[in-house]
């Protein structure tokens, strides 16, 4: 389960663990700072849950006005999906509307390899560069491959677990 920490900005008021977005309501509307005055203004922080939900939060800049999104979305979505945003949020910088948008229509390629040498070597496999004989695949340079790779694709960690990258 994920549970997230609804912080005030006003420093007089005290903040509340929740881990649904009725939690989250309900305290919301309860919470008064010393004064009795509503409190509307909160941080939402990621406090415990997956790895993989926490670089889902950080690319979506979780805050109040997306956290039921959110919420719903870290049940929803498969992990391939949340990388797929953390990825395309957090390394390229695109902008993702998660009411309305398809995260499959993002631009982004995504290979489950550990380097760009990983990634020359499945394109070369893949047959990306044609046919080569087999008598002269000793002598293919993947290093070099690597290098002219990374001018597109780059690296990243998300959750523990690398993954070389290109956005469209």
Known sequence: MTQLYAQPYDISATGFYFETYEQYADKAAKAKNESGQMVEEFEIQFIDGE???SEFAK???LNQVNVKRFLELVNEWEDHEKIRFA?????CGY???LE???IDLLDVDIYGV???RELAEQFVEDGLFG???ERLQFYINYDAIARDLAVEYSE???AGERFVYRCG
């Not at 990825?87 to 390394?91: C, L, N, P, Q």
């Open 51 to 53: 790895d993989l939900d």
């Open 59 to 61: 690319a979506l800049d």
């Open 87 to 91: 990825i395309a949020a957090g390394e």
């Open 95 to 97: 902008s993702f509307d």
């Open 100 to 102: 309305h948008d398809d």
């Open 114 to 116: 550990e380097t760009l």
């Open 131 to 133: 046919d080569i004989p």
């Open 156 to 158: 990243t960690t998300i």
